[in-house]
């Protein structure tokens, strides 16, 4: 579907382009349509929007249903951080608006996640609402704990804006009929599988930048360079203002799966992203995640070479993320970032203004990993249990559709008016003093608002159907707050001023497109194939010596014991059966390399289309 749609629409546009350049200086007096095509379209125009609004209609408006009878959804969320009743300012929204609350479920808190889902799953009742991998979606609905809502979700508008997606995901799942509709894809937008309007890559090195000037600041060819500087920072600022202790790196165990996680976004360094016993590159390659030319196993050693010279922060092994998050990050005690939203931690305009705000440092030696962004989704979804009765489905529906919606988003990528941020005359937004410091330290919310700490009233669900990169058409700004016209104003404090001079750029991104550092790859989202039995038995094996070796080798005490184990390691999974994991995941991966390589095509093909109406345009001027 995917495939015929795009074709047909570069197939038009060159139509129209062809029809429109057989005018050119003829003396034609047509005028080019009023819109420029520069301005970015609001949701409800034709990127499958329109076409889905129809849809809606044709199948009718969305149930009504009754909010008199407070009803508690259940969600097993793959997601989540924190396990319980939705509480605080969100929790209020959603009991005010619907009567509801939400009872999360979370695997990677409860101690030993796959446990949780096999016994969930076993019990035919995973949840009302499941967030999970497309891999264990597709696993659910063979098992038939996942619902078809496709008879009814072409009456919910918001939903449906996303037709397109939606029925492709739907439509790539094994067993899964014309017309059913299992899956609703994470983190979708409007935007095309090239896309990336961000201002910073998911991963890349950044530190203060008061203290990275204070240092002179010194140009990085190589992440030996990098780790050089952090222990001259780390050795003349070694203490955060308040006296205590600070560390470069800090890392954390409780987000480890098949490798750990802390290594696998530094592999986005070498051009490179995990999944599981493979790494893909944004060359469209796949290795081995053992392979020792691969980005894992620089990671590593790029960690280990870090301990060596005393810049691990020692509770690194042990300490969960709450405790690397509030104990450390918020307080700058950690003076290496490499998550983009790690830089929310400490970033704000008055720190900014004081020039500490965390900033890019340029290695030169580096080529970045980055996704576009998640137009198809991002690798996991949101289904209904295929055990709720009709009255909770519907209610259900009504939320999914609300959380795909403009008000709903503004709630959870924005928060709350008049608290957060404020809506300036031309109906655009801008952070309140509130809204600028809420990741930062222990906002406490007014009673009336729901009460409590803000970080705790947040959307504990931690996923979204439709992502921040969304336009708002409320707005015609995008939901992310850090791209809001008044945002990027507030934030031309003395660091990004300083730091564009220096380096020649607005930001990060623009600056390794210039140096030819970013590798920009297709977002693209389809089910892969689940683990047999046999293949699961092995992943789970190679987990746990990878996860346990990989720890082991951070803090190894020398280099020849770094090797030693890192060669033990790659025997000992040989033993388990490596080889055919990895062959195994080389084929499953290959699909989404296959993907990438369409989307880009077809991508270059709509924008050669793009540029030759373009040209049209330019002679009818």
Same mark, same amino acid.
């Given at each position: 579907m995917r495939r015929k749609r795009l074709a047909s629409l570069a197939l038009a546009a060159v139509m129209t382009a062809s029809v429109v350049?057989?005018?050119? &200086?003829?003396?034609?007096? =047509?005028? !080019?349509? *009023? $819109?420029? #095509?520069?301005? %970015?379209?609001?949701?409800?125009?034709?990127? &499958?929007?329109?076409?889905? =609004?129809? !849809?809606? *209609? $044709?199948? #009718?408006?969305? %149930?009504?249903?009754?909010?008199?009878?407070?009803?508690?959804?259940?969600?097993?969320d793959k997601a989540a951080n924190y396990q319980g009743i939705q509480a605080g300012w969100f929790g209020k929204v959603l009991k005010d608006k619907f009567n509801i609350q939400l009872n999360i479920i979370a695997p990677q808190v409860s101690g030993d996640a796959n446990s949780l889902y096999q016994t969930r799953s076993a019990s035919g009742n995973l949840g009302d609402i499941v967030?999970?991998?497309?891999?264990?979606?597709?696993?659910?609905?063979?098992?038939?704990?996942?619902?078809?809502?496709?008879?009814?979700?072409?009456?919910?508008?918001?939903?449906?804006?996303?037709?397109?997606?939606?029925?492709?995901?739907?439509?790539?799942?094994?067993?899964?009929?014309?017309g059913s509709v299992y899956a609703i894809p994470c983190n979708m937008n409007s935007n095309g599988p090239t896309a990336f309007v961000g201002t910073e890559v998911a991963s890349a090195p950044r530190v203060p930048w008061d203290l990275y000037e204070g240092l002179g600041c010194p140009e990085l060819k190589t992440t030996d360079d990098l780790l050089n500087m952090l222990k001259d920072m780390q050795d003349k600022y070694p203490t955060?203002?308040?006296g205590d202790k600070a560390f470069a790196i800090t890392m954390w165990k409780d987000w480890d799966g098949t490798s750990i996680e802390n290594a696998n976004l530094l592999t986005n360094w070498f051009g490179q992203q995990v999944k599981e016993s493979v790494l893909l590159g944004n060359d469209n390659t796949i290795m081995p995640l053992t392979d020792k030319n691969g980005g894992y196993y620089k990671a590593l050693k790029f960690f280990f070479k870090a301990n060596q010279m005393g810049l691990v922060d020692p509770d690194a092994a042990t300490q969960d993320w709450t405790t690397a998050c509030d104990s450390k990050m918020k307080q700058k005690r950690v003076y290496l970032f490499w998550y983009n939203w790690q830089n929310g931690f400490w970033n704000t305009p008055e720190h900014g203004q004081n020039r500490e705000n965390y900033m890019y440092v340029p290695v030169e030696e580096l080529n970045f990993f980055q996704t576009a962004d998640s137009y198809y989704g991002d690798g996991r979804v949101w289904g209904v249990g295929s055990q709720v009765d009709e009255e909770k489905k519907l209610r259900i529906m009504e939320l999914l559709d609300w959380l795909a919606s403009p008000e709903g988003l503004t709630y959870q990528h924005n928060s709350l008016e008049g608290f957060i941020y404020t809506v300036n005359d031309d109906g655009t937004y801008t952070l309140t003093k509130e809204g600028q410091d809420r990741f930062t330290g222990d906002l406490q919310v007014p009673e009336e608002l729901g009460g409590g700490s803000w970080s705790d009233g947040n959307n504990q669900i931690n996923q979204w159907i439709v992502g921040s990169a969304e336009m708002n058409p409320v707005t015609g700004e995008y939901f992310e707050a850090n791209l809001w016209s008044s945002t990027i104003e507030m934030n031309q404090t003395a660091t990004i001023n300083e730091w564009s001079e220096k380096f020649g750029a607005k930001n990060e991104v623009e600056y390794m497109r210039n140096k030819g550092q970013l590798g920009m790859v297709a977002n693209v989202?389809?089910?892969?194939?689940?683990?047999?039995?046999?293949?699961?038995?092995?992943?789970?094996?190679?987990?746990?010596?990878?996860?346990?070796?990989?720890?082991r080798m951070v803090f190894a005490a020398d280099e020849a014991q770094f090797d030693q184990m890192w060669d033990d390691m790659c025997?000992?999974?040989?033993?388990?059966?490596?080889?055919?994991?990895?062959?195994?995941?080389?084929?499953?991966?290959?699909?989404?390399?296959?993907?990438?390589?369409?989307?880009?095509?077809?991508?270059?093909?709509?924008?050669?289309?793009?540029?030759?109406?373009?040209?049209?345009?330019?002679c009818l001027k």
């Amino acid at each position: 579907m995917r495939r015929k749609r795009l074709a047909s629409l570069a197939l038009a546009a060159v139509m129209t382009a062809s029809v429109v350049l057989a005018g050119c &200086g003829q003396g034609e007096t =047509t005028q !080019a349509p *009023a $819109s420029s #095509g520069t301005e %970015p379209a609001a949701a409800g125009t034709e990127s &499958g929007t329109e076409a889905g =609004t129809e !849809a809606a *209609a $044709s199948q #009718g408006a969305a %149930p009504v249903v009754s909010h008199d009878t407070e009803m508690t959804i259940e969600i097993y969320d793959k997601a989540a951080n924190y396990q319980g009743i939705q509480a605080g300012w969100f929790g209020k929204v959603l009991k005010d608006k619907f009567n509801i609350q939400l009872n999360i479920i979370a695997p990677q808190v409860s101690g030993d996640a796959n446990s949780l889902y096999q016994t969930r799953s076993a019990s035919g009742n995973l949840g009302d609402i499941v967030i999970i991998d497309n891999s264990e979606m597709q696993d659910c609905v063979e098992a038939g704990l996942i619902m078809d809502i496709g008879d009814i979700i072409g009456s919910y508008e918001n939903l449906t804006k996303y037709k397109e997606q939606i029925d492709l995901f739907n439509g790539t799942m094994n067993g899964v009929e014309a017309g059913s509709v299992y899956a609703i894809p994470c983190n979708m937008n409007s935007n095309g599988p090239t896309a990336f309007v961000g201002t910073e890559v998911a991963s890349a090195p950044r530190v203060p930048w008061d203290l990275y000037e204070g240092l002179g600041c010194p140009e990085l060819k190589t992440t030996d360079d990098l780790l050089n500087m952090l222990k001259d920072m780390q050795d003349k600022y070694p203490t955060n203002a308040a006296g205590d202790k600070a560390f470069a790196i800090t890392m954390w165990k409780d987000w480890d799966g098949t490798s750990i996680e802390n290594a696998n976004l530094l592999t986005n360094w070498f051009g490179q992203q995990v999944k599981e016993s493979v790494l893909l590159g944004n060359d469209n390659t796949i290795m081995p995640l053992t392979d020792k030319n691969g980005g894992y196993y620089k990671a590593l050693k790029f960690f280990f070479k870090a301990n060596q010279m005393g810049l691990v922060d020692p509770d690194a092994a042990t300490q969960d993320w709450t405790t690397a998050c509030d104990s450390k990050m918020k307080q700058k005690r950690v003076y290496l970032f490499w998550y983009n939203w790690q830089n929310g931690f400490w970033n704000t305009p008055e720190h900014g203004q004081n020039r500490e705000n965390y900033m890019y440092v340029p290695v030169e030696e580096l080529n970045f990993f980055q996704t576009a962004d998640s137009y198809y989704g991002d690798g996991r979804v949101w289904g209904v249990g295929s055990q709720v009765d009709e009255e909770k489905k519907l209610r259900i529906m009504e939320l999914l559709d609300w959380l795909a919606s403009p008000e709903g988003l503004t709630y959870q990528h924005n928060s709350l008016e008049g608290f957060i941020y404020t809506v300036n005359d031309d109906g655009t937004y801008t952070l309140t003093k509130e809204g600028q410091d809420r990741f930062t330290g222990d906002l406490q919310v007014p009673e009336e608002l729901g009460g409590g700490s803000w970080s705790d009233g947040n959307n504990q669900i931690n996923q979204w159907i439709v992502g921040s990169a969304e336009m708002n058409p409320v707005t015609g700004e995008y939901f992310e707050a850090n791209l809001w016209s008044s945002t990027i104003e507030m934030n031309q404090t003395a660091t990004i001023n300083e730091w564009s001079e220096k380096f020649g750029a607005k930001n990060e991104v623009e600056y390794m497109r210039n140096k030819g550092q970013l590798g920009m790859v297709a977002n693209v989202n389809i089910p892969l194939g689940s683990d047999s039995t046999d293949i699961a038995l092995v992943r789970s094996q190679c987990k746990s010596v990878v996860c346990d070796a990989s720890w082991r080798m951070v803090f190894a005490a020398d280099e020849a014991q770094f090797d030693q184990m890192w060669d033990d390691m790659c025997t000992q999974l040989e033993g388990f059966g490596w080889n055919d994991l990895v062959a195994f995941d080389t084929e499953k991966y290959q699909a989404v390399i296959d993907a990438r390589k369409a989307a880009d095509r077809k991508s270059t093909r709509l924008n050669s289309s793009h540029q030759a109406i373009s040209y049209a345009v330019f002679c009818l001027k």
